[in-house]
């Protein structure tokens, strides 16, 4: 990355940046004009006219002492002596209580006061064990076994831990917010393996979300072992439980910490400076000095206490939330729950209605005072926008809402390719815990690529290549333990088979003896035995996608080939020999376990009168599904409306890239398997597609692709229908790509995507804005024409600016188009990985127009 000095020399003058400021307002969209020609309600002073005499309005207004919240432990509202509000003052909480306060009030850093996750646990055992510090063994292999210090951080969001060769600060942390799930005893594959020499009560595995590695430990004691695993789960629930706002306080405490170079509660001008750069925001020199005298009341050149907080309070305002609420709380500076109400409905909010704005204020006010009298403040309003029901995904989607009682074919249902795999195709391990990130990523579909193992045992790898190979056996028990832990909807087990009789013989005996009555091995229904069933009528069950025998062979089996589309897409690559070579029996223990997914090859599609076959599969790859979408069209949706189809990626991407999954969904392909390994825009489109119906792994497909005799074409999907107008607002503590670089900030911009029928694709970005990376600002509307919204996902990217290579990404969120609230939201940013980026938004205004 170049300097700012230099990169802005470099700039094309067709994309002008927009210069870093601490704070101005945006021009926000007008909502719809009242009915009452515009006259605000009077809010407080209506109240005291309504018999509530005993309400001081002076405890609220504007120019009182402040009423806050401690940011350490939020402790009822305090007035803090001498500090009167600024405009936009109610945007941050108090920075400390009395009880928290230091000697002369100073502020005390986290050392001294744990920060807000700590709040309640200060005085748990666990916990506090964990902020000693303990000897972990962690484990590698059988010859890799080192002892090494693990130490809970005080602000109780970080783990650091000791490395034999000193690395940057942050390669010696791990986040409580990136563990996946905390297992105890030999519960990975690590441990089962290289664990032997540890009892089982003193070791666990630590597993993150995205591509990091297991972290398998084992304690000195089994009491130890279990300190961290109580522990680590108290700071997880304590985690999941704050608010945005507090996760907001959190962050920025931590940073005050790491500021404070020389501890002494104290910040001078170099420590804001160093402040500034950490929190991502290159400000001018003069600028920054002139808000730091503003600050400077003892004139010392030193901030502390109350001063810290109002330069805080400063950094953090949040103009165009200020203009949102004073439109409609008027000249009394707070919302009444008619006020409220009068917002919901202008953001379009279904169900608005009197009683739920008074529940809004129940829920996110702050102020005892205010909430007794059905008054939300502006710190409150704040709590709500930030929360779930103010982010841009309707919360009524996050659970499980669609009819689960369709036939499986009506669903789009989460797919993973080579799912035992964790890197490439080529030479990448293979490894149980692959399957295991799956299922937890919400993967109802994974894949088994069976050979010929040792000992009559068949093992599971990428055939003819140097990845490492695992038992099969091995992997039906991670389907058996964890498959239907987070969603309870059926998983089917794609089997590629190279193996002979006998050891297909064993894989069908471990699949009947390991899930037991987890697998089905008859039809539901013996009057309809070539209907597909409904999720609901598959709750926790495990269907097996393979060959089956025709009725009419003898039980010795047929030659029948058992590689998937593959070998018919890429003939030129593999010759009629090798062809014959990989042709295997199939053995009658295995064909019977093929019940509604009986793998069979789609060379042509079928005339419309011949009668669907349900129960029937197609495995085709990326290359001849993009073909029969180009020339079946049409009859390519209607065969997907009655029979899944299952894509996967060409063979020749070596380095498990993957494809873009939507052209398949707009055809209506219910299997689209993906490499889970491997992250980028394609799996963003398939963690959006799934986010929804409570992330259970299968979502039901628009009607237009579940009905038998329907005209829907994506590629001729008609006139545009609906208008998606989006203006891009502000973004919030974006975080910093190298945290090992002070100086580097980064200079945003945000892109919209649309995926859809190609006819509504499209992609629409931003300016940059110079330098600030805290709190840009962009005041610039993208406007799309869709075609078919039901297919639509939306996805938002924010990206480093660089003119001489490609921009950096920063974070992105993709959702359903049709999941997508209007009115003024928050989009919650995650990382390349899919982890949460907390606190970093987007704050936007959404729109809607459909004719």
């Not at 470099?10 to 007008?30: C, D, I, T, Y």
């Not at 950094?315 to 006020?339: Q, T």
């Not at 068949?458 to 058996?480: E, M, N, W």
């Not at 993906?674 to 497909?701: H, S, W």
């Amino acid at each position: 990355m170049l300097c700012g000095r230099w990169r802005s020399r470099g700039r094309p003058p067709e994309e002008p940046p927009v210069l870093a400021q601490v704070a101005a307002p945006v021009a926000l969209p007008s909502p719809p004009a009242s009915q009452d020609g515009g006259a605000k309600r009077p809010g407080l002073r209506a109240l005291k006219k309504m018999g509530h005499p005993e309400f001081d309005l002076a405890t609220l207004s504007p120019q009182s002492p402040r009423l806050s919240l401690c940011l350490q432990c939020s402790t009822p509202p305090l007035i803090l002596p001498g500090s009167r509000a600024l405009s936009g003052q109610n945007l941050l909480p108090s920075l400390v209580c009395t009880h928290h306060q230091g000697p002369q009030g100073k502020w005390t850093l986290p050392m001294a006061c744990p920060g807000r996750l700590l709040q309640g646990l200060t005085e748990d055992e666990d916990v506090q064990a964990m902020l000693r510090g303990s000897r972990l063994c962690k484990i590698r292999s059988r010859t890799w076994q080192k002892e090494r210090l693990y130490r809970l951080q005080e602000d109780g969001l970080s783990v650091w831990f000791q490395r034999r060769i000193p690395r940057a600060p942050s390669q010696h942390i791990f986040f409580v917010q990136h563990i996946e799930a905390v297992r105890e005893g030999h519960q990975s594959e690590g441990l089962r393996r290289f664990g032997g020499a540890f009892e089982p009560a003193r070791c666990l595995t630590i597993a993150f979300k995205g591509s990091r590695k297991n972290l398998d430990l084992a304690a000195p004691t089994a009491e130890e072992a279990q300190r961290w695993v109580r522990g680590l789960a108290k700071l997880r629930m304590r985690l999941d439980a704050m608010s945005q706002r507090e996760r907001l306080d959190h962050w920025i405490h931590s940073y005050l910490h790491r500021a404070d170079s020389n501890q002494d509660s104290k910040m001078s001008f170099k420590e804001i400076k160093s402040l500034l750069r950490m929190v991502n925001v290159d400000m001018n020199d003069m600028y920054a000095y002139r808000l730091f005298k503003e600050c400077d009341h003892s004139n010392n050149e030193r901030l502390e206490g109350t001063e810290i907080e109002e330069f805080l309070r400063r950094l953090l305002k949040r103009p165009e939330l200020e203009d949102i609420f004073h439109r409609y709380s008027g000249e009394d500076h707070v919302l009444s729950a008619p006020e409220l109400l009068e917002f919901l409905e202008d953001q379009g909010e279904d169900g608005a209605t009197l009683a739920r704005a008074q529940q809004l204020i129940h829920t996110y006010e702050l102020n005892e005072t205010a909430k007794q009298h059905e008054l939300m403040t502006l710190d409150g309003f704040m709590m709500y926008l930030l929360s779930p029901e103010g982010a841009a995904l309707d919360p009524a989607h996050k659970c499980v809402f669609q009819d689960m009682d369709q036939p499986l074919a009506h669903y789009f249902i989460s797919s993973s390719h080579n799912t035992y795999l964790t890197d490439s195709q080529i030479g990448g391990p293979s490894s149980t815990e692959a399957y295991v990130r799956a299922f937890a990523q919400g993967c109802r579909c994974v894949e088994l690529d069976c050979w010929e193992g040792p000992g009559g045992e068949p093992v599971i790898y990428h055939g003819h290549t140097l990845t490492s190979k695992i038992f099969f056996r091995d992997v039906i028990q991670a389907v058996r333990d964890h498959a239907f832990m987070l969603s309870p909807y059926p998983v089917i087990l794609s089997l590629e088979n190279h193996c002979g009789l006998e050891q297909q013989a064993a894989m069908a005996r471990h699949l009947r003896t390991i899930l037991g009555d987890m697998l089905v091995t008859q039809v539901l229904d013996s009057h309809n035995p070539e209907e597909l069933p409904s999720p609901e009528q598959l709750k926790g069950r495990v269907l097996v996608k393979g060959k089956k025998l025709p009725a009419a062979r003898d039980e010795d089996g047929g030659i029948l080939s058992d590689r998937e589309e593959e070998e018919e897409e890429e003939e030129e690559e593999v010759g009629a020999a090798e062809q014959k070579r990989r042709a295997k029996q199939i053995s009658p223990e295995l064909s019977a376990l093929a019940v509604y997914c009986c793998a069979t090859r789609l060379r042509t599609l079928r005339p419309a009168p011949t009668p669907p076959q349900p129960c029937q599969v197609s495995s085709l790859s990326e290359r001849k599904a993009k073909k029969l979408i180009r020339e079946a069209g049409n009859s390519f949706v209607r065969h997907n409306a009655q029979q899944l189809t299952r894509v996967y990626p060409l063979g020749l991407r070596m380095n498990s890239a993957n494809y873009s999954p939507q052209e398949m969904w707009n055809s209506g392909c219910q299997l689209v398997a993906l490499n889970f390994q491997t992250p980028g825009y394609e799996m963003d489109l398939n963690a959006g597609r799934f986010l929804i119906n409570g992330q259970c792994g299968y979502v039901l497909k628009p009607a237009c692709l579940r009905q038998p005799d329907t005209t829907f074409d994506p590629e001729s999907p008609g006139p545009p229908r609906t208008t998606l107008t989006i203006q891009v607002l502000t973004a919030q503590q974006l975080p910093k790509l190298n945290a090992e670089k002070p100086n580097s900030i980064v200079d945003p911009l945000v892109r919209i995507e649309i995926h859809g029928v190609p006819a509504d694709c499209a992609r629409k970005e931003t300016n940059y804005v110079l330098n600030n990376g805290f709190n840009p600002r962009w005041g610039q509307t993208l406007q799309f024409q869709l075609r078919a919204p039901e297919l639509v996902l939306v996805r938002f990217v924010v990206e480093d600016y660089d003119s001489t290579s490609p921009n950096d990404f920063v974070g992105q969120f993709t959702l359903p188009f049709n999941s997508l609230k209007q009115g003024f939201r928050h989009i919650h940013l995650l990382s390349k990985d899919g982890a949460s980026l907390s606190p970093a938004t987007l704050f936007v205004h959404i729109c809607i127009q459909r004719f």
